[in-house]
């Protein structure tokens, strides 16, 4: 249909500024628009390879791109080889006939894979997950409103579309609007357009407010639109009074959103307001290995902390950079398992002329110092020096990288996480009364700085 191949184009434009023109024209030149369907828009490829190649290292991509399209009937994509065409026939005849706009604005969409299960919970987000799970199981009775604060690509419409996966699936009835604020300000021009058109008024305080829930992502993007912030206290306020849950999103705080009606933030900032911070480099590794599970890809621990301490500003670079060191392996044919590989493949993104510091790293030179194996450090032998040179190897690896200790007891042969916690203290300990064990933990410091 006509209206897809317009999408299409559309997505296409914004794909093509985000991979090179060589990437673009191997895999998406020769795919063709389908139709809508399910509210994914399916696309066909001729080839199977074509189909896996995409879905293996663009989806997030195209994702993104559809989000920034802003049709709110469209959340998701599929790609199909033309044999599997068939499916959607039935599906592909009713998308002949033209839909209306009351329909589309009946719905809210949410994007199947952002659910509390892929969330990854650390200090950086741990209050609003507890937060969003209440409000999933009781909507309207605790927190309300829901004020969601945070830096770009932290999570803040992650977690919005998890409490609208998690409501739904409890209640499948619950009339959900989820939207970001363009949208929204969007639609309240459209209903004054004409002053003497009353239906698009009313369908616009319909909407917006003979719901249960109501979400709106980026409330920032209010500045300077005095008719709409009326609009919204006024539908606020309805929805208030009739006990509806209200989740807002912003990139800062309700005090710091100056340019509103105080009003409007007086009642922003009236129930719970969370926020989500950059997250911990231990988050950041939990997310990498989710991710990669996801993916099916096996990434080592090595490889997993070189990514995560190099890229710390927020979580969807953090997803980028992982898309982009499994596509650099799959086109050189091999496996992200090399230092090296990793650093050429995030060249562009990274400052790769830094020192690599590793659990390896460490061991190393803690085998060197005290002239001991690394398969008797890394084993179960108990010979004095090499358990003091194994808790030693234990403390640095905690302190200089973090790692969590469940990965550092895997590291040392399977240890559980109480002896690694045991190492850790002891040395921490010795290092404040032994001024011998103090001196050796800055040898060997120095020792890992000239590697």
Not at 8 to 24: A, F, P, Q, R
Not at 291 to 312: G, H, Q, S, T
């Given at each position: 249909?006509?209206?897809?191949?317009?999408?299409?184009?559309?997505?296409?434009?914004?794909?093509?500024?985000?991979?090179?023109?060589?990437?673009?024209?191997?895999?998406?030149?020769?795919?063709?628009?389908?139709?809508?369907?399910?509210?994914?828009?399916?696309?066909?490829?001729?080839?199977?390879?074509?189909?896996?190649?995409?879905?293996?290292?663009?989806?997030?991509?195209?994702?993104?791109?559809?989000?920034?399209?802003?049709?709110?009937?469209?959340?998701?994509?599929?790609?199909?080889?033309?044999?599997?065409?068939?499916?959607?026939?039935?599906?592909?005849?009713?998308?002949?006939?033209?839909?209306?706009?009351?329909?589309?604005?009946?719905?809210?969409?949410?994007?199947?894979?952002?659910?509390?299960?892929?969330?990854?919970?650390?200090?950086?987000?741990?209050?609003?997950?507890?937060?969003?799970?209440?409000?999933?199981?009781?909507?309207?009775?605790?927190?309300?409103?829901?004020?969601?604060?945070?830096?770009?690509?932290?999570?803040?419409?992650?977690?919005?579309?998890?409490?609208?996966?998690?409501?739904?699936?409890?209640?499948?009835?619950?009339?959900?609007?989820?939207?970001?604020?363009?949208?929204?300000?969007?639609?309240?021009?459209?209903?004054?357009?004409?002053?003497?058109?009353?239906?698009?008024?009313?369908?616009?305080?319909?909407?917006?407010?003979?719901?249960?829930?109501?979400?709106?992502?980026?409330?920032?993007?209010?500045?300077?639109?005095?008719?709409?912030?009326?609009?919204?206290?006024?539908?606020?306020?309805?929805?208030?009074?009739?006990?509806?849950?209200?989740?807002?999103?912003?990139?800062?705080?309700?005090?710091?959103?100056?340019?509103?009606?105080?009003?409007?933030?007086?009642?922003?900032?009236?129930?719970?307001?969370?926020?989500?911070?950059?997250?911990?480099?231990?988050?950041?590794?939990?997310?990498?290995?989710?991710?990669?599970?996801?993916?099916?890809?096996?990434?080592?621990?090595?490889?997993?902390?070189?990514?995560?301490?190099?890229?710390?500003?927020?979580?969807?670079?953090?997803?980028?950079?992982?898309?982009?060191?499994?596509?650099?392996?799959?086109?050189?044919?091999?496996?992200?398992?090399?230092?090296?590989?990793?650093?050429?493949?995030?060249?562009?993104?990274?400052?790769?002329?830094?020192?690599?510091?590793?659990?390896?790293?460490?061991?190393?030179?803690?085998?060197?110092?005290?002239?001991?194996?690394?398969?008797?450090?890394?084993?179960?032998?108990?010979?004095?020096?090499i358990v003091m040179a194994r808790q030693i190897a234990i403390y640095l690896i905690y302190d200089m990288m973090g790692v969590p200790l469940a990965t550092i007891g895997s590291y040392f042969g399977g240890k559980d996480h109480t002896t690694i916690i045991y190492a850790r203290d002891k040395i921490e300990e010795l290092i404040k009364s032994d001024n011998l064990v103090n001196n050796q933990i800055k040898d060997i410091r120095n020792m890992i700085q000239k590697r």
């Open positions: 249909m006509e209206d897809c191949k317009k999408i299409w184009n559309e997505l296409s434009i914004g794909i093509s500024n985000n991979i090179s023109t060589i990437s673009y024209d191997m895999w998406f030149t020769s795919l063709e628009p389908l139709t809508v369907a399910y509210n994914k828009l399916i696309i066909v490829a001729k080839l199977k390879s074509t189909k896996q190649a995409i879905n293996n290292n663009y989806r997030d991509l195209i994702l993104n791109e559809i989000k920034k399209l802003n049709y709110s009937y469209i959340t998701d994509f599929v790609i199909i080889t033309p044999d599997e065409i068939s499916v959607y026939e039935n599906q592909i005849q009713e998308d002949k006939e033209e839909l209306t706009k009351e329909s589309i604005d009946s719905k809210s969409f949410f994007n199947s894979d952002f659910t509390f299960d892929k969330f990854v919970v650390g200090q950086s987000n741990q209050i609003v997950y507890a937060a969003a799970k209440a409000i999933s199981n009781q909507p309207g009775t605790l927190h309300n409103p829901l004020f969601i604060y945070g830096g770009v690509g932290l999570g803040k419409t992650h977690i919005m579309h998890a409490i609208g996966n998690e409501i739904l699936k409890n209640n499948k009835k619950a009339k959900i609007i989820y939207c970001t604020t363009e949208q929204f300000v969007n639609d309240f021009i459209d209903s004054i357009k004409n002053n003497k058109d009353n239906e698009q008024n009313r369908r616009f305080r319909e909407k917006y407010r003979n719901v249960d829930i109501l979400m709106l992502d980026d409330i920032q993007f209010l500045a300077g639109k005095t008719g709409t912030q009326e609009a919204l206290f006024h539908t606020f306020n309805d929805l208030y009074q009739f006990k509806k849950q209200i989740i807002l999103s912003s990139d800062r705080h309700p005090k710091e959103l100056t340019f509103l009606e105080e009003r409007l933030q007086s009642r922003f900032a009236s129930g719970l307001t969370v926020d989500i911070s950059t997250p911990d480099l231990e988050t950041r590794i939990a997310i990498l290995q989710k991710k990669a599970f996801y993916k099916n890809v096996n990434l080592p621990i090595e490889v997993v902390y070189f990514i995560a301490e190099k890229i710390d500003s927020n979580i969807r670079e953090l997803e980028g950079a992982l898309q982009k060191v499994i596509f650099y392996c799959q086109l050189l044919g091999k496996e992200p398992d090399n230092i090296d590989i990793i650093k050429e493949a995030l060249k562009d993104d990274i400052d790769v002329t830094t020192h690599i510091l590793s659990m390896d790293t460490i061991v190393d030179a803690t085998c060197s110092y005290f002239n001991v194996k690394k398969q008797d450090i890394i084993g179960k032998k108990k010979l004095k020096q």
